[in-house]
Nanobody
Framework: QVQLVESGGGLVQAGGSLRLSCAASGRTFSINSMGWFRQAPGKQRGLVAEITTGGDTRYADSVKGRFTISRDTAKNTAYLQMNSLKPEDTAVYYC??????????WGKGTLVTVSS
């Protein structure tokens, strides 16, 4: 089993920045990729960014050029640096991981609110 705990959410003005962290514990050696999803009120949860063990990254079109995902394997932590935030980025952000057996793990989420 893998446990994920997010931190770093909060309230920020449009144009500002936040950095989210996701600390993994448990069978962290089994993790292949880690990523971030988000869910705004009344909308489905969708991928924001993900990073593989090899360092390959993938981003949603809406955040390309503004968000950067990174991973510190020694600390079993993934980060999401969010710059030039927009009100439409307001959502609950969830950390996600997949292990070698394609088991999915989720954190409880952290709220990001961007005011206009």
């Amino acid at each position: 089993q893998v446990q994920l705990v997010e931190s770093g959410g909060g309230l920020v003005q449009a144009g500002g920045s936040l950095r989210l962290s996701c600390a993994a514990s448990g069978r962290t050696f089994s993790i292949n990729s880690m990523g971030w999803f988000r869910q705004a009120p009344g909308k489905q949860r969708g991928l924001v960014a993900e990073i593989t063990t090899g360092g390959d990254t993938r981003y949603a079109d809406s955040v390309k050029g503004r968000f950067t995902i990174s991973r510190d394997t020694a600390k079993n932590t993934a980060y999401l640096q969010m710059n030039s935030l927009k009100p439409e980025d307001t959502a609950v952000y969830y950390c996600h991981a997949i292990d070698g057996s394609l088991m999915n793990y989720w954190g409880k989420g952290t709220l990001v609110t961007v005011s206009s």
